[in-house]
Every structure is written in structure tokens, then in C-alpha cells.
């Protein structure tokens, strides 16, 4: 069954026992960030903070986070077993992203409870924290969804991009020209417009998820199809952009593409573990009105991960990435494809074949840094046979060392290719988004299938390998397993 809203997963989590209420005054410059670091890479329930310094008295007070923190959470708010297992949820979530569920529009909604304007807009009200300690401010936008919508189609799209609070009405961000809201913002600035923008702040998580995937259709569709529900929407207050009707806060403004409208942004604990993004000038959210709900919640959550230190979308992006790339290889006429995964960092994706043709594996690399996943992910690409398990290291490692001769063409590199601007080993002046529009990288494939260039050898028994070494032959199998108990083992 979908959950309503943010309200329905928080009572669903407390009914079992899966929420902390934290009542103790916590602070918002670093404390809530520091417990949240401390609980995620513990895998440890989601958290409620009621209890805030400066914020005990304001229209929002309290502050909700690690929704998604765990693989069993998850699963819970997609609507199926806690014990799906990560292999089990990439094809689930194939099959979703390709089955979209269109949104419905409603007159009305919780959303629209409070509408403020002017004078009374002043973001600091919300209990934003200063999530980590050299974080350039406090960052608003972590889980929020940005609505956009194509100036051409009117086709909406909704992403996760970071924002940073540089004014009482003010929101700086990343805004990358390869992302969605990007090219819809390249399209207003060629029209001398302003874009207008929704930021979406607490809702169902699976908008979250949607929203935070390269997703192949709109995200309000996607949500949809990952619920079994179709989102309900209302018309925003300053322009026809659509929102979640029972969203806990909105905030509505523009981003003008004039230079001078740019506030300073930066640096952020990014998703690769470090600190993406100098303190610069970059574009700017102006808010003109915010609506919410009576008493919302505000809703937000770590970014980084880092070996031994992990944040709640690590849970899920693994496996909604590789979902994705699995989906795009099929579009693009890829055969073959028997398993993709992500792992922790998007960097890195492994996609396992059933080999048909020589030049299978570079057909795989050529597919995913082509199509909108690469804008951020599969900078490196391991392929390998069918008989490597993509789930499990040891194999993987197995089969590059004992598969992969870089002197037979197994390694590949494709320079001058857009990239992550977050990625700290693309030097600084590379990674500038406001000049560039993204970062810049040399991506690479290992490709560590069985060289075809081998040729089948007799005393492989016309085999390309020798046969593997430690196996057991079937007729012993049987043996032992008949004999086991007697063996006393």
C-alpha cells in the first residue's frame, strides 16, 4: 500500500519502532549532522529531531531524516518483502522505470494551508541544518525535488540538486547544464527569461528516490510506479508548475540567467566523500513564496560516504543506478545483458554478458557514456562473462587479474568527456560549472571478459581458458554429499 505522505511513512516507522524522537535540544550548526553521521553508518533507525536551538518557536520545528537508511526501509515504502535482497531489487526496479504511472491533478491540498509572501519570507526560519563542519552554510536543498518544466513541451522535470541558503530569500545552487533543470534553464537563458522553479520539501520517499535517479520518464511518473499509486498534484502559486498536494513545504521562485543575480555557494560534502565545490559565484533560486502545511516538517539528509561512513541514499541509489543503465543498455539495442551493478560510488558500474561478438564489452562502455546516467556515473565500467558474479569482489577481482591483459586492447580510455564536477581527482578549474556547464573526464573501460583474440586451444579442449582448477567433479558431489554425516564433518 502507498504511503499518503511524509506524515503516513513517519507513523508506518514509529508503529515499528524504527524512529528515534529526539526530544534533547540538539543544535542545527553541526550537532544534527554529527548524530545523523553517527546513526546512518550504524544503520540505524530514522530520526525526528522537535527539539532545536533557535527554531523551539517558529512555524517549523521540527526535522526528519534517514527515512531511507536502510535496504529493509526501503523496501517497506516500494512495497515488498524487507527480505529483498539488492540482486532481487535491480530487476524490480527495471521493471518499474519502465512501467510509468501518470500523476492526477487536484484542486486543493495540505500544501496550500499556509501561503507566505513578501516580507514574511525568511528561510532561516526553517531548521536548516549546517550539516557538516566546513560546509560552506546551511544547505536547504539535500533531499528536496526541483520542479522544472520544458518552455517548448511543458513536460515537467523533478531533481535532486544541493542548495545553499545565502539570503532570506536567496538559495544558491549547483546547477549543471547536463541535468534536467539544466537544459530547461539553457532554453529560458536563449529566451532571455527567468526559469521559474518549485523546490518540494517532504513528501513520500519514493519522489526522493525518483528524483535522485536518472530516471528515463518525468519523476512525478516514476514516483508513481515505484508507490502503485499516482502522485495527486496542485498548481503552484506563482507560475503552472506542478506539486506533490500534500507536501509538507514549497518554495516557489526563479533563477534569472544574469550573472549578477549569482551568490556565493560552497563548499558541500558531496556524495564522492569529499568537499565538492569551492566557495563561488553560482546561480540563484530567488524565493518569492513559500507554501506549507500547519506545523510542517522539514525534511533533509547527509550526502557524503566515505569507507566506514556511509549517508541513507547509499542504500538505494546502487541499486536504482543500475536499474537505470541496465534499462538504457536495452534501449540502446545492447545484447545480452545479464546483471549491472553500481556498488557504493556511482563511478564505478559493473555490467555482466553473455559474450556474443567481439567488441561486445566496448558496445556496453559506449551505451552508458552516451546516454543521461553518464553525466555522473560509469566513469570506469568493468564487463565481464556470465560467469562472474557482479555481486560478489573476490570474483570481480578474479577475473581482473586473470582476465584482463592491457597489452591485448582489455583496457580503453575515452578522453574529454563531460563528467562530475564533484569529483575531486578532475582538477579544480575542470570542474567549474558555471563556465563549462559540467566537469570533464577521461572515462575507461577494463574489459574483463574472455579475449576473443584467444584462440580455442586443444588441450583446452577447445576451450579459449583452461578449465577451471578447483572445481569438483559431479560424480564426487554426489559422493560427498551422500557421505557427509559419515565423514563427521
Given at each position: 500500500m502507498a504511503f499518503a505522505d511524509l506524515r503516513d511513512w513517519i507513523n508506518d516507522l514509529d508503529e515499528r519502532?524504527?524512529?528515534?524522537?529526539?526530544?534533547?535540544?540538539?543544535?542545527?550548526?553541526e550537532e544534527i549532522g554529527a548524530i545523523t553521521r553517527e546513526v546512518s553508518s550504524q544503520s540505524g533507525p530514522a530520526l525526528l529531531f522537535d527539539n532545536i536551538k533557535d527554531h523551539r518557536a517558529g512555524?517549523?520545528?521540527?526535522?526528519?531524516?534517514?527515512?531511507?537508511?536502510?535496504?529493509?526501509?526501503?523496501?517497506?515504502?516500494?512495497?515488498?518483502?524487507?527480505?529483498?535482497?539488492?540482486?532481487?531489487?535491480?530487476?524490480?526496479?527495471?521493471?518499474?522505470?519502465?512501467?510509468?504511472?501518470?500523476?492526477?491533478?487536484?484542486?486543493?491540498?495540505?500544501?496550500?494551508?499556509?501561503?507566505?509572501?513578501?516580507?514574511?519570507?525568511?528561510?532561516?526560519?526553517?531548521?536548516?541544518?549546517?550539516?557538516?563542519?566546513?560546509?560552506?552554510?546551511?544547505?536547504?536543498?539535500?533531499?528536496?525535488?526541483?520542479?522544472?518544466?520544458?518552455?517548448?513541451?511543458?513536460?515537467?522535470?523533478?531533481?535532486?540538486?544541493?542548495?545553499?541558503?545565502?539570503?532570506?530569500?536567496?538559495?544558491?545552487?549547483?546547477?549543471?547544464?547536463?541535468?534536467?533543470?539544466?537544459?530547461?534553464?539553457?532554453k529560458y537563458k536563449n529566451r532571455g527569461q527567468e526559469m521559474p522553479v518549485a523546490v518540494v520539501i517532504g513528501w513520500d520517499q519514493t519522489l526522493f528516490l525518483a528524483a535522485s535517479t536518472p530516471v528515463h520518464y518525468p519523476e512525478y511518473e516514476m514516483a508513481g510506479s515505484l508507490r502503485g499509486a499516482p502522485v495527486e498534484l496542485v498548481k503552484c502559486e506563482l507560475s503552472e508548475l506542478l506539486v506533490p498536494a500534500s507536501a509538507e513545504i514549497v518554495l516557489e521562485g526563479f533563477v534569472s540567467p544574469d550573472p549578477k543575480t549569482h551568490t556565493l555557494e560552497g563548499p558541500f560534502s558531496e556524495y564522492p566523500g569529499y568537499y565538492g565545490g569551492s566557495k563561488s559565484a553560482k546561480h540563484t533560486i530567488r524565493v518569492e513564496c513559500i507554501s506549507h502545511r500547519n506545523d510542517p516538517i522539514f525534511h533533509g539528509c547527509l550526502t557524503g560516504a566515505s569507507p566506514g561512513r556511509t549517508n541513507e541514499g547509499t542504500t538505494w541509489t546502487p541499486a536504482t543506478f543500475s536499474a537505470m543503465?541496465?534499462?538504457?543498455?536495452?534501449?540502446?539495442?545492447?545484447?545480452?545483458?545479464?546483471?549491472?551493478?553500481?556498488?557504493?560510488?556511482?563511478?564505478?558500474?559493473?555490467?555482466?554478458?553473455?559474450?556474443?561478438?567481439?567488441?561486445?564489452?566496448?558496445?556496453?562502455?559506449?551505451a552508458l557514456w552516451g546516454c543521461h546516467l553518464g553525466n555522473y556515473a560509469a566513469k570506469h565500467v568493468?564487463?565481464?562473462?556470465?560467469?562472474?558474479?557482479?555481486?560478489?569482489?573476490?570474483?570481480?577481482?578474479?577475473?581482473?587479474?586473470?582476465?584482463?591483459?592491457?597489452?591485448?586492447?582489455?583496457?580503453?580510455?575515452?578522453?574529454?568527456?563531460?563528467?562530475?564536477?564533484?569529483?575531486?581527482?578532475?582538477?579544480?578549474?575542470?570542474?567549474?560549472?558555471?563556465?563549462?556547464?559540467?566537469?570533464?573526464?577521461?572515462?575507461?573501460?577494463?574489459?574483463?571478459?574472455?579475449?576473443?583474440?584467444?584462440?580455442?586451444?586443444?588441450?583446452?579442449?577447445?576451450n579459449r581458458y583452461p578449465a577451471v582448477g578447483t572445481a569438483i567433479s559431479d560424480e564426487m558431489a554426489r559422493k560427498l554429499k551422500r557421505r557427509w554425516q559419515e565423514y563427521g564433518l
Open positions: 519502532s524504527d524512529l528515534t524522537r529526539i526530544g534533547a535540544e540538539v543544535d542545527w550548526d512555524f517549523c520545528r521540527r526535522l526528519f531524516t534517514n527515512g531511507t537508511g536502510t535496504r529493509e526501509r526501503v523496501c517497506r515504502f516500494i512495497g515488498v518483502p524487507e527480505s529483498t535482497t539488492y540482486r532481487e531489487m535491480v530487476p524490480l526496479f527495471k521493471d518499474r522505470f519502465s512501467r510509468p504511472l501518470k500523476p492526477v491533478n487536484v484542486a486543493k491540498g495540505p500544501v496550500q494551508e499556509n501561503i507566505l509572501r513578501g516580507d514574511d519570507i525568511d528561510l532561516y526560519q526553517f531548521p536548516v541544518p549546517k550539516w557538516n563542519p566546513l560546509d560552506g552554510g546551511r544547505y536547504i536543498m539535500t533531499s528536496a525535488t526541483v520542479v522544472t518544466s520544458d518552455p517548448d513541451t511543458g513536460v515537467l522535470n523533478g531533481g535532486t540538486y544541493r542548495g545553499m541558503i545565502t539570503g532570506r530569500n536567496t538559495i544558491g545552487v549547483l546547477l549543471a547544464m547536463t541535468q534536467g533543470w539544466g537544459k530547461h534553464f539553457s543503465a541496465w534499462h538504457y543498455l536495452e534501449q540502446a539495442g545492447v545484447p545480452n545483458i545479464t546483471g549491472v551493478w553500481r556498488g557504493k560510488w556511482p563511478e564505478t558500474m559493473r555490467v555482466q554478458i553473455r559474450k556474443s561478438h567481439r567488441g561486445h564489452a566496448q558496445q556496453v562502455a559506449n568493468i564487463v565481464v562473462d556470465d560467469d562472474i558474479d557482479i555481486h560478489d569482489w573476490e570474483a570481480i577481482e578474479w577475473a581482473l587479474c586473470y582476465r584482463v591483459n592491457a597489452g591485448l586492447g582489455d583496457v580503453s580510455f575515452f578522453a574529454g568527456t563531460g563528467g562530475s564536477m564533484l569529483d575531486p581527482s578532475v582538477p579544480l578549474e575542470d570542474r567549474n560549472s558555471v563556465k563549462y556547464g559540467h566537469g570533464l573526464w577521461t572515462r575507461m573501460l577494463i574489459d574483463a571478459t574472455i579475449n576473443w583474440q584467444l584462440q580455442p586451444q586443444e588441450q583446452y579442449g577447445g
